[in-house]
């Protein structure tokens, strides 16, 4: 499936809402929705459609000394045009046992501090077969907390690439996927990965969108769709 209009896929399956239309990006650390969002969230934003992004906890366990990555990831989301920004602190290593307040929190979220004239129409959440516990985590909180929401999709992560299967594809302009890089070079802290590298990320870009017979792309699972 080929989806290079998301936006005009959101307002088609839904005619009768007059509510501004709204994102809704969910990552487990800091850099986890740059990586597998990014470019797509700049372009939705670039249309107009309000983006909300919670973070779930700090990564601080695995960042450099002296780092702060509540910054970092303020600052690269910004640029995304995230129109809200939200952290959570949740223990990074203790995220499978904090599944129910997790749940609680997002849907804390959904209820009370998105705009009340944005309806969120999409999910952009962690991946079911992400090898990295706590994306699992929080992949489960999200299914939970977002259930009344129409469509969930599953983005790619490192954790992911041994066996990621696409089936949804943004179609990714070069200002869109130039957005991403900016946005992912503030997580300074997170440089030494080799996945961090823009010559990496364009390569998996490049990949999705041979698949789909265009020049750059990112990837997603359905999680859940209702057109």
């Known amino acids: 499936m080929r989806c290079q209009n998301v936006d005009k896929i959101i307002s088609s399956a839904f005619p009768s809402v007059e509510k501004r239309q709204g994102i809704l990006a969910i990552?487990?650390?800091?850099?986890?929705?740059?990586?597998?969002?990014?470019?797509?969230?700049?372009?939705?934003?670039?249309?107009?459609?309000?983006?909300?992004?919670?973070?779930?906890?700090s990564g601080e366990e695995e960042s450099a000394k002296n780092s702060d990555r509540y910054h970092e990831s303020s600052e690269a989301l910004k640029i995304l045009g995230c129109q809200k920004i939200i952290h959570l602190n949740f223990?990074?290593?203790?995220?499978?046992?904090?599944?129910?307040?997790?749940?609680?929190?997002?849907?804390?979220?959904?209820?009370?501090?998105?705009?009340?004239?944005?309806?969120?129409?999409?999910?952009?959440?962690?991946?079911?077969?992400d090898r990295h516990e706590e994306h699992l985590a929080v992949?489960?909180?999200?299914?939970?907390?977002?259930?009344?929401?129409?469509?969930?999709?599953?983005?790619?992560?490192?954790g992911t690439w041994l066996s990621f299967i696409p089936q949804v594809f943004e179609s990714v302009d070069e200002e869109y996927f130039t957005l991403k890089l900016a946005a992912l070079k503030k997580?300074?802290?997170?440089?030494?990965?080799?996945?961090?590298?823009?010559?990496?990320?364009?390569?998996?870009?490049?990949?999705?969108?041979?698949?789909?017979?265009?020049?750059?792309?990112e990837g997603f699972v359905i999680h859940k769709m209702i057109l």
């Open 187 to 217: 997580h300074k802290s997170q440089s030494q990965h080799d996945y961090m590298h823009p010559e990496r990320l364009r390569a998996v870009a490049q990949f999705r969108g041979h698949q789909v017979n265009i020049p750059l792309s």
């Open 139 to 158: 992949y489960q909180a999200s299914m939970m907390a977002c259930r009344d929401i129409p469509q969930i999709f599953g983005y790619e992560t490192p």
């Open 91 to 129: 223990s990074q290593t203790r995220t499978y046992m904090q599944l129910n307040d997790m749940i609680t929190a997002l849907e804390d979220v959904i209820a009370r501090q998105i705009p009340s004239e944005v309806e969120i129409m999409r999910v952009y959440t962690m991946h079911d077969i």
């Open 27 to 57: 990552g487990a650390h800091p850099d986890d929705i740059e990586l597998g969002c990014g470019a797509s969230l700049a372009r939705l934003a670039k249309k107009g459609i309000y983006v909300t992004a919670v973070v779930m906890t």
